[in-house]
């Protein structure tokens, strides 16, 4: 039991039950935490629920959908249409977002969401999650495909869970990110991490290096200064991870630092990242932000980026700020075709640290 110990519901309460629609939101965030409470469940049964293996049909994304995918996807769709707190939804694996409709209500808010990311991990047992963005709905009349086009920096809430050895979720409503942990025989979740904060430096960056041929000048520069360690300009070693579940890496770097990157490359010209703006990288961004970490594409702020299509793709580079600045500052010398070395006064291996 954790009597005394903060629940997510009375810490909706306390802290945005009283702001304009704050009752409303912190329902919508009990409906969103009852949802993760119900995929926790289905992932946790592994094999033994039907939830592995691959299914025959392929997603808006062009990726073959995993039945986690599905399960997942119907379990926001279901808690969402019933919840009557938002007016339409959005999922990385529907085709279109779609308005609730009668007899179901609608409420002032749009859910974007990520119902499972990470799922070529399902089959492994490694940690997998949920992501998702809540915008403002119009105040009337049903909400269009225009309507869920906001930029990042419009989001009211954002969050992720993770399902891993324990399952946790991460909120964040603008003042702070805090994190969750599921007590699962209770099905409480209590506020264990309050005020998250991501260090400012770090040692530890995470990308896929088989897509290393195909990356621009500036991250391939950054990752080569961090792969020469202490021989290199940085004169220090790095340490690399990729478990290739964003949620998971995303949640590492809350608790210890480090930086992600997913960043523009050449592999499909089509996409000019892999990830997606409105389900992935707006709501971590907005998260990220919230707990002092920074989240750009190399070249603009993502929560500035204004969406044209509700399945974009954009690049993601975002943890550590002083890191994610860093790799800012290489691309902006790169477009202006400068060879420089880094000038930043916190980081001037020539001024600084060099005699
Ligand atoms: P999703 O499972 O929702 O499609 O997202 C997977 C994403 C992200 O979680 C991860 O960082 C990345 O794709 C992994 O990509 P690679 O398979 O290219 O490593
Ligand atoms: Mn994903
Ligand atoms: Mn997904």
């Known amino acids: 039991m ?48 039907g939830a592995t293996g691959t299914l025959d049909t392929i997603n808006v994304q062009g990726e073959t959908q995993k039945p986690l995918d ?44 990520d119902p499972l990311d990470g799922s070529s991990n399902i ?39 993770v399902y ?13 990110t ?17 005020n998250m904060q991501i260090p400012a430096d770090t040692n530890e960056f995470a990308i896929n290096t088989s897509n290393e041929r195909f990356w621009e000048p500036p991250v391939t520069r950054y990752i080569g200064e961090c792969k020469a360690g202490k021989t290199g300009p940085r004169e220090r070693d790095f340490n690399m991870r990729w478990i290739a579940s964003m949620v998971a890496e995303v949640h590492r770097i809350m608790m210890r630092g480090g930086i992600f990157m997913y960043p523009r490359d050449t592999k499909d010209v089509s996409k000019p990242g892999r990830l ?5 990288a707006n709501p971590m961004g907005f998260i990220v932000e919230q707990a002092g970490g920074r989240a750009s594409t190399g070249r603009e702020r993502i929560l500035d980026i204004q969406p044209d299509l509700i399945h974009q793709r954009v690049p993601v580079i975002l943890g550590s700020r002083n890191e994610v600045d860093r790799v800012v500052h290489y691309h902006a010398q790169y477009d202006a075709g400068s060879d420089q070395p880094y000038e930043s006064p916190l980081f001037n291996e020539r001024g600084l640290y060099r005699p």
């Open 2 to 49: 954790h009597l005394g110990r903060t629940t997510l519901s009375k810490f909706l309460i306390e802290n945005i039950s009283g702001t304009q629609d704050g009752a409303a939101l912190a329902a919508l965030l009990v409906d969103v935490a009852a949802a993760v409470k119900a995929i926790s469940a289905l992932s946790a049964k592994g094999a033994l629920g």
């Open 70 to 113: 599905v399960l997942s996807n119907t379990a926001f769709v279901n808690t969402f249409q019933l919840g009557g707190l938002v007016a339409g939804v959005a999922s990385e694996e529907m085709d279109d977002p779609f308005p609730i409709q009668p007899p179901h209500t609608r409420g002032p808010f749009l859910a974007i969401f």
């Open 123 to 161: 089959d492994s047992n490694v940690s997998v999650g949920s992501i998702f963005s809540i915008l403002r709905a119009p105040e009337t009349g049903e909400p269009v495909l225009q309507d869920y086009l906001q930029p990042g920096v419009k989001q009211v809430a954002a969050g992720y869970s």
């Open 164 to 176: 891993g050895p324990a399952t946790l979720m991460v909120i964040t409503v603008g003042n702070g």
């Open 178 to 194: 805090h994190g969750f942990t599921l007590d699962r025989e209770v099905g409480n979740f209590i506020l264990t991490h309050p």
């Open 276 to 280: 997606r703006l409105m389900y992935e």
